[in-house]
């Protein structure tokens, strides 16, 4: 997708290009009037931000399009590159509880388990907001992240149970599971773009290793701590969530 768009803007100039792209690198030849000249830039894997990524798409669409110059449409990106997050960050921790209370849902929770899956998704947003801000901490976020889940969800299942450990757990993450780098690397190797489709699967899987490795260790902590992990038979049935969520709906309207 890179290498297309950036192959498009320069053929909007009368250029010919070449580019070879991977998640951590851009490698660009350029044919300027029987002179070329080659360019390699390293970047660093960057954060999904679709709001970035559909403004950057919008700026390119408008030079394609003439609406605007290269000198604009240039400005337009440094400026989108400097300017702050869009959303404030209670918002963002808002957003990791809202997500986990509406995966548990999906998978059938009781109504304690989803909001526990509540509590469990906004403390992931606060330890995000905090890892993000050092870069010593950014690369063990998912598996802080997992160890945090994992021993939120034995704690409430012990203090408020029985509860579905597993369930809460899995609701709390869901939201750094990889899914757009896996759909977005199985897309660059099935066109062909290997060196690109595999480093982003590698990194995609390793997000999920570090996951898994802090809830194994998360989970054996919590075993030798004392706290259980509850068999399915005693647990509430499905049928608690619909009733309960019925009555709490009624009493809202």
Same mark, same amino acid.
């Given at each position: 997708?890179?290498?297309? =768009?950036? $192959?498009?803007?320069?053929?909007?100039?009368?250029?010919?290009?070449?580019?070879?792209?991977?998640?951590? +690198?851009?490698? =660009? +030849?350029? *044919?300027?009037?029987?002179?070329?000249?080659?360019?390699?830039?390293?970047?660093?894997?960057?954060?999904? *931000?679709? %709001?970035?990524?559909?403004?950057?798409?919008?700026?390119?669409? *408008?030079?394609?399009? #003439?609406?605007?110059?290269?000198?604009? !449409?240039?400005?337009?990106?440094?400026?989108?590159?400097?300017?702050?997050?869009?959303?404030?960050? @209670? =918002?963002? $921790?808002? =957003?990791?509880?809202?997500?986990?209370?509406? %995966?548990?849902?999906?998978?059938?929770? +009781?109504?304690?388990?989803? @909001? &526990?899956?509540?509590?469990?998704?906004?403390?992931?947003?606060?330890?995000?907001?905090?890892?993000?801000?050092?870069?010593?901490?950014?690369?063990?976020?998912? &598996?802080?992240? #997992?160890?945090?889940?994992?021993?939120?969800?034995?704690?409430?299942?012990?203090?408020?149970?029985?509860?579905?450990?597993?369930? &809460?757990? &899995?609701?709390?993450?869901?939201?750094?599971?990889?899914?757009?780098?896996?759909?977005? /690397?199985? /897309?660059? $190797?099935?066109?062909?773009?290997?060196?690109?489709?595999?480093?982003?699967?590698?990194? /995609?899987? %390793?997000?999920?290793?570090?996951? +898994?490795?802090?809830?194994?260790?998360?989970?054996?902590?919590?075993?030798?701590?004392?706290?259980?992990?509850?068999? !399915?038979?005693?647990?509430?049935?499905?049928?608690?969530?619909?009733?309960?969520?019925?009555?709490?709906?009624?009493?809202?309207?």
């Amino acid at each position: 997708r890179l290498e297309g =768009a950036l $192959m498009t803007l320069s053929n909007g100039q009368n250029i010919k290009a070449n580019v070879f792209s991977t998640p951590t +690198s851009i490698m =660009a +030849s350029f *044919d300027l009037t029987g002179e070329h000249t080659h360019r390699l830039e390293r970047i660093e894997p960057g954060r999904v *931000d679709l %709001m970035r990524l559909t403004q950057t798409n919008e700026i390119g669409s *408008d030079y394609l399009n #003439g609406t605007i110059s290269l000198e604009q !449409a240039s400005q337009q990106v440094a400026t989108l590159n400097n300017q702050k997050a869009y959303y404030r960050p @209670w =918002a963002d $921790m808002l =957003a990791y509880g809202l997500s986990a209370t509406t %995966m548990a849902i999906v998978l059938g929770g +009781s109504l304690r388990e989803i @909001w &526990m899956s509540f509590f469990i998704g906004f403390s992931i947003g606060v330890l995000d907001y905090f890892c993000q801000r050092f870069d010593s901490t950014a690369n063990i976020f998912e &598996m802080s992240a #997992g160890i945090l889940a994992t021993l939120l969800a034995f704690i409430f299942g012990q203090n408020f149970g029985p509860l579905n450990v597993p369930l &809460m757990t &899995m609701a709390g993450l869901i939201v750094l599971i990889p899914g757009l780098n896996i759909t977005t /690397a199985m /897309a660059e $190797m099935a066109s062909n773009d290997l060196a690109s489709g595999t480093a982003r699967m590698a990194g /995609a899987l %390793m997000i999920l290793l570090k996951l +898994s490795f802090g809830i194994a260790l998360a989970n054996q902590l919590a075993l030798l701590a004392g706290f259980k992990n509850f068999p !399915a038979s005693a647990l509430e049935p499905n049928g608690f969530l619909v009733i309960e969520s019925g009555n709490l709906l009624t009493r809202l309207l």
